[in-house]
């Protein structure tokens, strides 16, 4: 995947996508796939926004079962089946402990009617059926899990990702199929006859230089900062989303075997303890944010919030310095005149603005190939209907053609034998790159050092980084350490750095 401007000013494209995040990303991919020409642009990195600052999840969504959103946690749960078999390198089985203590706001009767709608909305769909689950097997999984008022539990299964490598696989798959996308170019503007949309301006903010992508039509994905692009098409009206803050802490790994769904003992709120690469990610918060997308800090009020809430269930308590890291992110969801954040839907809207710009509103990223297959069949009929969509059984890029058991387990046990190397190296690359795994191995075997790790404790490699600027795209540090790795997000940049080529 090159970074290649030129190819945007070659001809007139059938679609043009503003941002580079899952629903973009998405809607490309179905795009192309259907034999559209398709242009994406971003105006930072791929997944820079929203895309890679989730909790990792795919899921169908427990806690919407208490909103009644049926339809949506169905929808969900389907998808997340598609995406463990479309994805399996990226997306993996997790099981979630849900322990039931005496006086909080659902009763263990309630949980246990939601797991059995869960399953049943899940169908053919399901990973495996939740169950009871034995107190002593609950703190096997979750060791320091609080006793006092235990009253017995649940097993049930959902799914994890790796967020900013999803949307990228899913790039470079739309690629493939003719799809031409570069990051760090943004959407200034848009070219306009008879009052209606011919084309976007776009800005490379590598070198500042403008050039005009022009298409028949111009998919708005670009999520919390939706409004902002459709006042730069001239819509005048009202902004269509009000975005919801969430952080995440991520801290070290304190051997929990299973993912937790816990209430929060302040306000009751589901929150999240997870495994993921090693570490503890505890999330989320959701309010109404006091920062535009391009402003977000994590406060110390929302450390402590997630803090409290882990040491409220786990004897091993967290203090401010156990964090390792942090990250802030906006749902772009939907305006409603009233409710809770945490009770708003997570549906999604297309916008048509009068000049011709439609936008992709609300949604969350487990449903993004349902959302994609809904926008291009709108698009469609504008453009000359070509086929169907076709990405419900389309592997993504990375994704291998045997189950993926027995891939990870063959091409492990080889890198291990053939390249000497430590077994947590091999499992990392077979599972970051999938099938591709033996021409990344040739690339980190030219670089001087290549197979060093990059942080003593972690089992990324030197020369990965050749591969992620050729052939992922990354042109600064950030996109190395942030989203090609995930490293930056625990390990501090600065003692990182030293290995950027
Ligand atoms: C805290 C949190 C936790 C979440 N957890 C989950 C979860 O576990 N599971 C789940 O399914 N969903 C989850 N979600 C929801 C999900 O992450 C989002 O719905 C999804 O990532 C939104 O993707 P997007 O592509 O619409 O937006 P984004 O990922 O924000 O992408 C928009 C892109 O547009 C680009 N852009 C903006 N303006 C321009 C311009 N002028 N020109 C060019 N590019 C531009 C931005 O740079 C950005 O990359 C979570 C959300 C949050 C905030």
Redesign the pocket.
Known sequence: MRRDLQAFTDGTFDLCV???????AGAALDAATRGFRVAL????D??????S???????GGLRYLEYGHLALVRE?LVERGRLLRNAPHLVRPLPFVLPFYTGQRLAPWQWRLGLTLYDLLAGSANIARSRRLAIRHMTAAMPGLQEAGLRGGALYYDALMD?ARLCLAVLQTAVRHGAVVANY????GFEKSGGAIVGVWAEDRLTQSRFLIRSRAVLN?????AD??CR?AGDVGEPQLQPT????LIAPARGHRAAALLLHPRDGRVFFVIPWYGKTLI??TDAFPDAG?DGLKVSDAEIDYLLEGYDHFFAHQMQHGDVMGSFA????LLRARSGEPSARSREFRLHRSVAGLTT?LG?????YRSMAETIIDDFAPRLGKRRRCRTRDLPVVGAPRIPWEAFSAQKTAALVRDQALAEDCAVHLVSRYGDQVDRVVERVGQVARGFERVHPDEPDLVGEQLWQREEEMAVCDEDLFLRRSRIGMFRPLASLRKWSA
Do not use: C, M, N, Q
């Open positions: 503003i941002g580079g995040g899952i629903t973009g642009i971003d105006k930072r791929f997944a820079s926004g929203t895309s600052l989730s909790s990792k999840l795919v899921h969900a967020d170019v943004e959407a200034v994905a670009a999520g919390p900062w902002a692009v730069l803050k969430g952080v995440h999330g989320t997308p992110g906006l749902r772009p992709a949604g969350k990223y487990t449903t």
